[in-house]
């Protein structure tokens, strides 16, 4: 049973262009979502994240925005650059102090230079 | 740079092999985690550890096993391998603000 679901499967933007991507959930006792940026070959790699108690987290490029009535997030990325082509995965956090992360299935982005 | 670290980076290996895949961490983390994933899809996560001496099974069956004998080290182990189990095992721990990967063991069994 997917908890996190995460759309769009792939996406491919221009250079300089905004990149979207979004996540919905059903579990309120979640309490942090993550995102991650994993590049071939490699380990997924914490990219940002944000509370339940926060609308919007910005740090540099990258954006968080969160609607906690609608349980949707989504992460848009500002000037997308070719280097940012990678897979995106969002994340929810259990509470209960499990720190057990619930993945979404991931949008492979590209960016045309 | 993540601190954790797995070894080997790729293995091929027969049917019916045992194989430890290693994981380790120079963070300190209470919580560490195993997920299998075939390239560029979603991760599964197979095995969880709250601290020592504490594993759990995670949401996917696996016929792996993990031990927890040091909060460093998070090892997992298949008794016999099966071509079935060919995938891609990331190693990671956490702590309050997100997840630790490892860079992941590529696993062929022929």
């Known amino acids: 049973q997917q908890q996190v679901k995460q759309s769009p499967q792939s996406l491919i933007v221009q250079k300089g262009g905004i990149s979207i991507i979004n996540c919905a959930y059903e579990?309120?006792?979640?309490?942090?979502f993550p995102w991650y940026q994993q590049f071939p070959g490699k380990g997924p790699a914490l990219l940002i994240a944000?509370?339940?108690?926060?609308s919007e987290k910005k740090e540099g490029r990258f954006t968080i925005s969160f609607n906690k009535s609608a349980k949707q997030f989504s992460l848009h990325i500002m000037d997308s650059q070719p280097g940012d082509s990678a897979t995106y995965f969002c994340?929810?956090?259990?509470?209960?102090?499990?720190?057990?992360?619930?993945f979404g299935t991931g949008t492979r982005l590209k960016v045309l230079a | 740079e993540a601190d954790i670290y797995q070894t080997p980076r790729y293995l091929v290996i027969g049917t019916g092999k045992k194989i430890t895949l290693e994981c380790s961490q120079t963070?300190?983390?209470?919580?560490m985690y195993w997920y299998q994933q075939d390239p560029g899809m979603e991760l599964h996560l197979i095995h969880y550890?709250?601290?020592?001496?504490?594993?759990e099974k995670g949401d996917l069956s696996s016929e792996s096993t993990v031990s927890r004998i040091r909060t460093e080290h998070f090892p997992l182990t298949l008794e016999s391998a099966r071509p079935s189990h060919t995938s891609q095992y990331l190693c990671?721990?956490?702590?309050?603000?997100?997840?630790?990967f490892g860079s992941g063991t590529r696993l062929t069994v022929v």
């Open positions: 990671a721990s956490s702590d309050i603000r997100g997840s630790s």
């Open positions: 579990n309120t006792a979640f309490d942090y």
């Open positions: 944000i509370r339940p108690d926060v």
């Open positions: 994340a929810a956090r259990a509470t209960s102090g499990t720190y057990k992360y619930i």
């Open positions: 963070m300190g983390h209470d919580k």
């Open positions: 550890s709250y601290g020592v001496n504490s594993t």
